[in-house]
C-alpha cells in the first residue's frame, strides 16, 4: 500500500483519496449555496405574488412586473458577473452576491409601495445574476472532468431544493393566518426568510478556496498548484493543460466573443439559455398557486400543497439527472426531455382549453417538471459552465446567462398577460400560452440535434480543441 508523504502525519494513498473527495464535495456544497439562494429567491414570489396583488391592488401588467422585476437585476448580475469575476476573482464575487441577498431579504419585506419592493427585488435579482453564472462554473473549474457533469449538476439539485423549501416555508407562514393576515404580514415574512441561507452562504464563502484557472490566469501559479493538488487527480497534467491552454491564448493577437470559432459557442450557449426559458418552465416556478387556482378549485390551501408537489417532483428527477448526465450524456437527456415536455405541456393546454382541468392538470403539469428536471433544468447549466474556453469564459458565460433571463422576464411578464387577455381567453380558455411553449419544446429538440455537441468526459481544455477543429 503506497503512502503520501504531508506536512503532517504519513497518510496512505487511499486516506489521501478521501480527503481529496471530501475536499471537492464540500467546495462544491458550498458553492451550490448559491443555487440554493437562486432557487430560493425567484420561487418565493410564487406564495407571495396572490397577497401582493391584493395587498398592492395591483393589475395584470402590475402583477407580472411584481414577480419578474427581479429578473432585471438577474439580467444585470449575470452580465457584470464574469467581468468583476476575471478581476476579483471567483470567490470575492460569490460574496458580492451573498450581500446583495441579505439586503434583498430585509428590503422586500418592508416596502409600502409597489415601487420600493420592486427596488428590492431587483437588488436581489442582480445577486441571482451573479450566482447563476458564477457558481456552476466556479464547480466546473474546480471539478475533476470525469465527475463534473455530476457536480455541476448538484448546483441545479440546489436551486431546485431552494425552491421546495421555500414553497414549505410560504405554505407554514400562510397557515400562520387568515387571507387578511396574508395580505398584510404574511407575504413580508416570505421574504424575510431568505435572510438565514443568505447569511450561511455569504460566510461559508469565506472558507472556500479560489479557483485554480483564475489563479494561474493572474500568475499564481503556487497557489493553483496547491488547489489542484487538493482536488486530486493528475495534478501535474491538469496544470500543465491549463498553462498551455492560457498561454495559446495569450498568444494570440486578441481573444474576443466576436471571432468567428468563439462567437459561435457563444451564440450556441446563449440559445440554450434562450430555450430553457421558453419551453415554459418559471410559469409553473413563479406563478404554480396561481395557475392551479385559476384552473383548479380556486383554494390558497390547495394551490400551495399542490405547488410544494410540483417542487418535490422537480428535486425527485433533478437527483435522477445528477446520476445519468455523466452515464448517458448531455444530448440524449436533452432531446427525450425536450420531447416529453412538449408532450406535457400541449396536454395542459388542451386540458385548459377543454375546461376538464381535475387530476389531468397536476398529472400533466408534474410529468412537465419531471421531464425538465432531467433535462433541460441541470443539462443546460452543465453545458454552460464547460463549453466556454478559458480565455472567454467570464465574458462569454455572462452573455449566455443574460439572453436566460432577459428570456426568462419576457415569459415571466407575458404570461399573466396572456391568462388575462378576454379575447384569449374566450378562444382557448387559457390553453394559448401552452402550446406555444410546447412549439418551442420541438424547436428545442432540433437545435441540440444540429448544433450541440456531446461533451461527456472532456477537459474543459479539450472542449476548447474540440470547437476550434470544427470551426
Known amino acids: 500500500m503506497s503512502t503520501i508523504q504531508t506536512e503532517g502525519p504519513v497518510r496512505t494513498s487511499e486516506e489521501h483519496k478521501e480527503i481529496q473527495i471530501g475536499f471537492i464535495t464540500s467546495v462544491t456544497l458550498v458553492a451550490a449555496l448559491g443555487g440554493l439562494l437562486f432557487g430560493y429567491d425567484t420561487a418565493v414570489i410564487s406564495g407571495a405574488i396572490g397577497y401582493l396583488k391584493t395587498a398592492f391592488g395591483l393589475t395584470a401588467m402590475e402583477m407580472g412586473w411584481a414577480a419578474s422585476s427581479a429578473l432585471i437585476g438577474c439580467i444585470g448580475g449575470a452580465a457584470v458577473a464574469g ?54 462554473m466556479y464547480i466546473a473549474e474546480l471539478a475533476p472532468s470525469n465527475i463534473r457533469g455530476r457536480l455541476v449538476a448538484v ?68 497557489e493553483a498548484h496547491t488547489v489542484l493538488d487538493k482536488i486530486g487527480g493528475d495534478v501535474e497534467t491538469a496544470f500543465s493543460n491549463i498553462k498551455r491552454s492560457l498561454s495559446a491564448e495569450n498568444n494570440q493577437t486578441k481573444v474576443s466573443i466576436w471571432q468567428s470559432w468563439a462567437l459561435k459557442i457563444v451564440l450556441i450557449g446563449s440559445a440554450l439559455s434562450l430555450f430553457q426559458q421558453v419551453t415554459g418552465i418559471n410559469v409553473f416556478l413563479y406563478y404554480a398557486p396561481e395557475i392551479f387556482k385559476k384552473l383548479g378549485n380556486g383554494s390558497s390551501d390547495t394551490a400551495l400543497l399542490q405547488t410544494i408537489v410540483v417542487g418535490a417532483v422537480n428535486l425527485t428527477f433533478t437527483v435522477i439527472a445528477i446520476f445519468s448526465v455523466d452515464r448517458l450524456g448531455r444530448r440524449p437527456l436533452m ?107 420541438l424547436v428545442t429538440i432540433f437545435f441540440v440535434w444540429k448544433f450541440v455537441p456531446e461533451t461527456k468526459g472532456k477537459t474543459l481544455e479539450e472542449m476548447e480543441q474540440l470547437w476550434k477543429e470544427n470551426e
Open 83 to 136: 467581468m468583476i469575476s476575471d478581476t476579483l476573482g471567483r470567490k470575492k464575487t460569490l460574496i458580492i452576491a451573498g450581500v446583495l441577498f441579505l439586503i434583498s431579504a430585509v428590503g422586500s419585506a418592508i416596502p409600502d409601495t409597489l415601487t420600493i419592493f420592486v427596488i428590492f427585488r431587483i437588488i436581489g435579482g442582480v445577486g441571482v445574476g451573479i450566482a447563476s453564472m458564477l457558481s456552476p
Open 335 to 441: 432531446i427525450i426531455g425536450s420531447a416529453g415536455m412538449g408532450i406535457c405541456i400541449s396536454a395542459i393546454g388542451f386540458a385548459a382549453y377543454l375546461q376538464n382541468t381535475d387530476v389531468w392538470l397536476l398529472a400533466f403539469v408534474l410529468g412537465y417538471i419531471a421531464f425538465f428536471a432531467l433535462s433541460l433544468g441541470p443539462v443546460v447549466w452543465v453545458l454552460l459552465s464547460e463549453i466556454f474556453p478559458n480565455s472567454i469564459r467570464g465574458v462569454a458565460m455572462s452573455v449566455a446567462v443574460a439572453v436566460q433571463w432577459i428570456s426568462n422576464f419576457l415569459v415571466s411578464q407575458t404570461f399573466p398577460m396572456m391568462m388575462e387577455n378576454e379575447y384569449l381567453q374566450e378562444q382557448y380558455h387559457g390553453g394559448f400560452p401552452f402550446w406555444v411553449y410546447g412549439s418551442m419544446c
Open 155 to 222: 448546483n441545479q439539485f440546489a436551486i431546485i431544493f431552494g425552491m421546495l423549501i421555500v414553497y414549505f416555508v410560504n405554505y407554514f407562514i400562510a397557515m400562520q393566518g387568515g387571507e387578511s393576515w396574508n395580505q398584510e404580514v404574511g407575504w413580508r415574512w416570505m421574504f424575510a426568510s431568505e435572510m438565514i441561507p443568505a447569511f450561511s452562504f455569504t460566510l461559508l464563502l469565506l472558507i472556500v478556496p479560489e479557483s485554480p484557472r483564475w489563479l494561474v490566469m493572474k500568475g499564481r501559479e503556487e
